[in-house]
């Protein structure tokens, strides 16, 4: 057990010393400044000449916008025809099928939108052309969509008085080969060094130790691992995604992998402080992060450490505390670690199983996507905690009787109430498709369908509320983890889902981006000694209580419904 502490606290650490620095490098890359990646221009300068973009010109926060949606929209069409015949395409030596048209829909806008919300098993459910050349291409462009329009806001701020938010392409570009493909490289050559397969060779067979023969599933999957964690994606290429033998082999890989998926969302924190010469107001935000963090790190871990009191209850000895859903490589507390970074980052991937995590735990993952703002995926975790950052400088400046502003420009009420709008989304969204679902699987649970409601859930109840509730959450954070023992792969699921998918990656993007672009225009306001100071511990505690309230208020009866709940009926 203290080994595991140790691996969790070690992690932790090589996290922060890699993410800082990288911050800084992030602020000078994107300003412009000379950085050691400058060798890049002219493969940038060939990508923006033969694609017909000038990247100099200047955008307004619409036009930034129009391009960004454009690009998606270009994506996510092609995309869902390629998997609907894949079947008919090259590079499938396994010979897996074409997807239905509800799942096709539904995974496309997943992989789009940075959640990769697998309603199919990696194995058996897509060919290596679509495995590498759509979901890894897509792995790559919407991480650096994301970190476009963080860096978008990040120029809004840097300027006193400006119309220019920056240039999509140019930062969506620069994510990608000054970021994301040297990152990627790096660890795809750690994984393939430890096992992990590399090639595009067909299923391989062996016979197991029980004297079974098994055919195992192969194909270039170390360069797609690298990416699904580095861009907080989380697809993964087995079913069972990083609790695969082969996807994370051993625990080396397990603290690669961990620390892949946490670096840029911190990096990019610290890089908003640098970029806009103000490093106070990024390690406020960064400390306010943090501790969100570990107030659902730190019990989480308790949680799983504590063992199952029903398998306790069985005389079963639980000395390394519930192994119930967790890789032996790894055990309990290293898969609580991973479980709540993977959660307050939009990654989504796994290395155990959350269906059989403690109910408590349950709740902490829930929520940490609930909140959706301690450092979130690549770059819009920021825009995210912008939106609460914007609320709490409205409320304090209503509570000392000022104007409110934020970095010298005033925040009036167009502002506000597009805050306001995106805030109450995401409960929208949760509450209302687990309310449908709930009352489709109570009211019509031997409807006449494909798949009847009635078998949705393995485990009805409190926990069968929860797997509901838990894949809305998902799929309106853009994380993609699950619940599994819900039975997704449904046309109720596969389409209630990808509409959550779109609205809850979208609008919470175009909202920060907009309420940035309108800021930045306005006449900037020098501090005075009535200014409302961003930068300060106290302001960061406001924020902070913001965030709990905003989230209790909109969250506490469903969690009590459903892993609260459940907690209270086990015994003690």
């Not at 994510?175 to 790096?186: D, G």
Request: glycine share 10%; charged share 10%; hydrophobic share 50%.
């Amino acid at each position: 057990m203290n080994s595991e502490i140790l691996g969790v606290v070690a992690s932790f650490l090589i996290t922060l010393l890699i993410a800082i620095p990288l911050g800084r490098y992030l602020a000078k890359m994107f300003a412009g400044e000379r950085v050691w990646t400058d060798f890049l221009k002219p493969l940038e300068n060939g990508i923006f000449k033969l694609a017909g973009i000038r990247q100099n010109d200047p955008m307004d926060w619409k036009e930034f916008l129009k391009a960004m949606l454009t690009i998606n929209l270009v994506w996510l069409v092609y995309g869902f025809f390629v998997l609907i015949y894949q079947d008919k395409l090259p590079l499938n030596p396994d010979g897996n099928p074409g997807m239905t048209p509800d799942l096709a829909f539904n995974t496309i806008i997943s992989f789009v939108v940075n959640c990769n919300l697998q309603h199919y098993s990696g194995e058996s459910g897509v060919t290596y052309l679509v495995q590498h050349f759509i979901f890894m291409f897509l792995h790559f462009t919407s991480a650096a969509t994301g970190i476009a329009c963080a860096v978008a806001l990040f120029k809004a701020f840097r300027d006193k008085t400006s119309n220019d938010v920056g240039n999509f392409w140019e930062y969506f570009v620069k994510a990608i080969t000054r970021l994301l493909l040297p990152l990627s490289f790096v660890v795809a050559l750690i994984l393939t060094f430890n096992g992990t397969p590399a090639s595009y060779k067909g299923k391989d067979q062996f016979i197991s130790m029980q004297g079974d023969t098994l055919n195992v599933s192969r194909g270039p999957a170390a360069q797609m691992i690298a990416i699904k964690h580095l861009g907080t994606n989380g697809g993964g290429w087995f079913g069972v995604n990083s609790a695969h033998p082969l996807e994370n082999p051993n625990y080396l890989t397990n603290m690669v992998e961990i620390v892949s998926q946490f670096i840029i969302p911190v990096a990019m924190i610290l890089a908003f402080g640098f970029f806009i010469r103000r490093k106070k107001l990024g390690w406020v935000i960064f400390g306010v992060m943090m501790v969100g963090v570990f107030m659902l790190m730190l019990p989480s871990i308790s949680s799983e450490l504590g063992g199952n009191p029903n398998i306790a209850k069985m005389g079963v000895t639980q000395a390394t505390g519930a192994m119930e859903g967790k890789e032996v490589r790894f055990g309990p507390a290293a898969t609580a670690y991973w479980s709540t970074l993977t959660t307050v980052t939009s990654t989504g991937s796994v290395n155990g199983m959350h269906d059989s995590t403690m109910p408590l735990t349950g709740a902490w993952q829930l929520l940490a996507m609930m909140i959706n703002g301690f450092f979130g995926g690549c770059g819009v975790g920021l825009l995210n905690y912008f939106i609460y950052l914007i609320i709490a400088v409205f409320i304090s400046g209503l509570m000392v009787g000022r104007t409110p502003e934020f970095l010298g420009h005033k925040v009036e009420a167009r502002e506000v109430k597009i805050a306001a709008l995106i805030t109450l989304l995401s409960p929208f969204l949760i509450m209302a498709g687990t309310a449908l679902a709930s009352y489709v699987f109570v009211a019509h649970g031997n409807a006449d369908w494909a798949v009847k409601p009635s078998a949705w859930l393995n485990n009805p109840g409190y926990h069968g509320f929860s797997e509901m509730l838990y894949e809305y959450t998902s799929a309106n954070a853009n994380n993609g983890s699950g619940f599994e023992g819900l039975g997704d792969n449904n046309i109720w699921w596969n389409v209630t889902t990808g509409f959550v998918l779109i609205l809850g990656r979208f609008l919470p993007i175009i909202g920060p981006v907009a309420i940035a672009g309108m800021l930045a225009k306005k006449k900037f306001i020098p501090e005075s000694a009535g200014t409302l100071k961003t930068d300060t511990v106290t302001f960061g505690l406001m924020t902070f209580a913001v965030i709990l309230v905003l989230n209790a208020l909109s969250y506490f009866p469903a969690l009590a419904l459903g892993p609260i709940a459940e907690y209270f009926s086990m015994p003690k």
